[in-house]
């Protein structure tokens, strides 16, 4: 008699309807009743408005930047991503009492319990490149839903969004990368469901210290559709410009190989029979810029052909080798020399002939000591001449597009 009890109370107790405060729960729709309800017809498979075009609102409030990566060309953002779109067929009668957001201060939104969703329309959401996307959890996952008497529905989620970026390194490290945040439908064309933003990330919220200097615009009219299946698809999003930071690279590389040049001028001035300071030198420095070659070729983003960096360390190379072979020519003409001399027997024309090599030999040193400077300064005005004019490029062209 006593387990029939409790079965029969157990029955009675799950078919009591649960409400918790706080929360709204999807009812049926009886007149004066508060809540959620949803009408008898409701298809959730169904657009909100089948015969007019359904509005989505995309929101990024930007908290950070934690990486941006030249090996496999992705930016990772954290963000609260926010969906917004109106549901007109939703029958809704919340409490009188509303909640102020954080994210767009609205009122009238009040928070729903998160199972209503399998029950409503949501947007086939498409973030365009995307390579992960990461909701937050703590003792649960960050994410919430709010609605209003209008039907108009928040979803909101913290979020890590990581997603490709087609970037250009040929440039590097004085590079400008241009870069595109999309977010489109999967399924329904831009007649069907149009993006809006809701507005741009801020770079002053980038809480990280990054290779770049971050940039937001607008998304561009070119880019606020795509063309995918036969079909054009609405998109709404922001455009990143990366440019990158400059003093690492001319402190850590740019710097130290320029002075290596100089300093191997000084080997013009050193006698050409002091063989194993001269030599010393010249070999150490050449070594020296090799090792800075490899330090390079190894930290560099993949590129195309040479890159900016590239193209200065080599030059500064071919420099040092320059003074390298100018002294290899003087200590084989100095050999030549030696070799005549065995065949003269005077003792004064070898004394002659000795003492004009050597003034022949520093002269040719200070010609290359006046021609190796001019050559080098008339090779840094081209370097940064066309540096500077390729940047000044990028950003004219972002400006143009954006207008």
């Known amino acids: 008699m006593a387990q029939e009890c409790w079965l029969v109370a157990w029955l009675f107790l799950l078919h009591l309807p649960i409400q918790l405060k706080g929360t709204i729960t999807v009812t049926e729709c009886t007149q004066g009743g508060r809540g959620l309800c949803l009408p008898k017809e409701y298809q959730k498979f169904d657009l909100p408005s089948p015969n007019k075009t359904t509005f989505v609102t995309i929101g990024i409030n930007l908290k950070d930047i934690p990486k941006i990566s030249d090996q496999d060309f992705s930016i990772t953002i954290d963000t609260y991503f926010n969906v917004r779109w109106r549901d007109e067929r939703l029958l809704t009668q919340m409490e009188p009492k509303t909640q102020e957001l954080s994210s767009g201060g609205e009122e009238g939104l ?152 100089v300093v191997s001028w000084i080997s013009f001035l050193v006698n050409p029979e002091v063989v194993p300071g001269r030599m010393t030198m010249l070999v150490t420095l050449f070594l020296v810029l090799i090792n800075i070659h490899n330090t390079i070729q190894t930290n560099s983003p993949k590129a195309e052909g040479f890159t900016a960096i590239k193209t200065w360390i080599i030059a500064c190379i071919v420099f040092v080798f320059g003074a390298l072979l100018e002294y290899s020519v003087i200590l084989f003409l100095l050999k030549l020399e030696k070799i005549k001399s065995t065949y003269i027997s005077m003792k004064g024309n070898v004394a002659r002939r000795k003492g004009t090599a050597n003034h022949r030999f520093t002269r040719l040193d200070v010609s290359f000591f006046v021609l190796f400077p001019i050559l080098f300064i008339m090779f840094n005005a081209i370097y940064w001449s066309s540096v500077m004019y390729w940047r000044w490029k990028i950003n004219t062209d972002v400006l143009r597009i954006e207008h």
């Open 110 to 261: 009040t928070a729903v319990n998160l199972n209503v969703l399998p029950n409503l329309w949501i947007p086939d959401i498409e973030i365009l490149d995307l390579m992960s996307f990461e909701t937050h959890k703590v003792l649960s996952r960050l994410e919430g839903v709010w609605i209003d008497n209008s039907g108009e529905v928040l979803y909101a989620m913290a979020s890590k969004i990581t997603f490709i970026c087609q970037m250009n390194f040929n440039a590097f490290p004085v590079d400008i990368q241009v870069c595109h945040f999309r977010v489109g439908s999967f399924n329904y064309p831009y007649k069907k469901i149009t993006f809006i933003n809701e507005g741009i990330p801020r770079a002053e919220d980038i809480k990280s210290v990054l290779d770049y200097q971050v940039e937001f615009n607008p998304l561009p009219k070119a880019k606020s559709s795509y063309i995918a299946l036969g079909m054009n698809y609405s998109a709404a999003g922001f455009e990143l410009v990366l440019t990158r930071k400059m003093s690492f690279y001319i402190i850590t590389y740019y710097l130290p190989s320029g002075l290596f040049v």
